[in-house]
Nanobody
Framework: QVQLVESGGGLVQAGGSLRLSCAAS????????MGWYRQAPGKQRELVAV???????NYADSAKGRFTISRDNAKNTVYLQMNSLLSDDTAVYYC??????????????WGQGTQVTVSS
């Protein structure tokens, strides 16, 4: 089994910063991609940022220039540094990890979600 533990959400004023963390554990043999998604009330879940092997990154247009995704391979942990936060960034943020456990079992795991609230 693979477990994800998220942390770092909270309440912040507009213009402030937060750093989210997501640590993966369990019988993981390889991680292919780690990402962050978010879901605001009444909206669909959307990609915020993803980082793959080789540190290739992809950002939603709304995150470019303000958010930075990074990973610590030794700790199987992904981070999302969020700066210049806007009220529109208010959402539940979910970590997602794709990889392989054991010899050839692929997994696609979601975290429990962490609330980010930006007050204007």
């Amino acid at each position: 089994q693979v477990q994800l533990v998220e942390s770092g959400g909270g309440l912040v004023q507009a213009g402030g910063s937060l750093r989210l963390s997501c640590a993966a554990s369990g019988s993981i043999s390889r991680i292919n991609a780690m990402g962050w998604y978010r879901q605001a009330p009444g909206k669909q879940r959307e990609l915020v940022a993803v980082i793959t092997n080789g540190d290739n990154t992809n950002y939603a247009d709304s995150a470019k220039g303000r958010f930075t995704i990074s990973r610590d391979n030794a700790k199987n942990t992904v981070y999302l540094q969020m700066n210049s936060l806007l009220s529109d960034d208010t959402a539940v943020y979910y970590c997602n990890v794709k990889g392989r456990r054991g010899w050839n079992t692929l997994f696609d795991k979601w975290g429990q979600g962490t609330q980010v609230t930006v007050s204007s």
